[in-house]
């Protein structure tokens, strides 16, 4: 079974950026899509971001679409979301998710149900 752990939250002054780390319990090789979501206090949680099986396709919403940067270390076994030109927007918790394998990711794919593992999720604090 696929463990995930998130790490890098915190505090961070607007403008500020911060990279979010999503470490897997075992290698996979890049075998599961890795999606990114976050959820603010008293809102659902939104798709923000997916890396594609191989990382031969990424997606990104329109919200955070040229700041937010995604990537994989599949020696390290280890997903990587670079923020940068933070907002206060961008606060809340931040989850990894493993969906099954795909070549493509899209706006569609991005809910927040139905995926095969989660990590507790850690928090990003946007604020002056």
């Known amino acids: 079974q696929v463990q995930l752990v998130e790490s890098g939250g915190g505090l961070v002054q607007p403008g500020g950026s911060l990279r979010l780390s999503c470490a897997t319990s075992?290698?996979?090789?890049?075998?599961?899509?890795i999606l990114w979501f976050r959820q603010a206090p008293g809102k659902e949680r939104e798709g923000v971001s997916c890396?594609?099986?191989?990382?031969?396709?990424?997606y990104y919403a329109d919200s955070v679409k040229g700041r937010f940067t995604i990537s994989r270390d599949n020696a390290k076994n280890v997903i990587y979301l670079q923020m940068n030109s933070l907002k206060p927007e961008d606060t809340g918790v931040y989850y990894c998710?493993?969906?099954?394998?795909?070549?493509?990711?899209?706006?569609?794919?991005?809910?927040?149900?139905?995926?095969?593992?989660w990590g507790q999720g850690t928090q990003v604090t946007v604020s002056s």
């Open positions: 998710a493993a969906d099954v394998p795909r070549i493509r990711c899209a706006r569609e794919i991005m809910k927040p149900s139905g995926l095969y593992a």
């Open positions: 075992r290698f996979f090789s890049g075998y599961y899509a």
């Open positions: 890396i594609a099986s191989a990382d031969e396709d990424t």
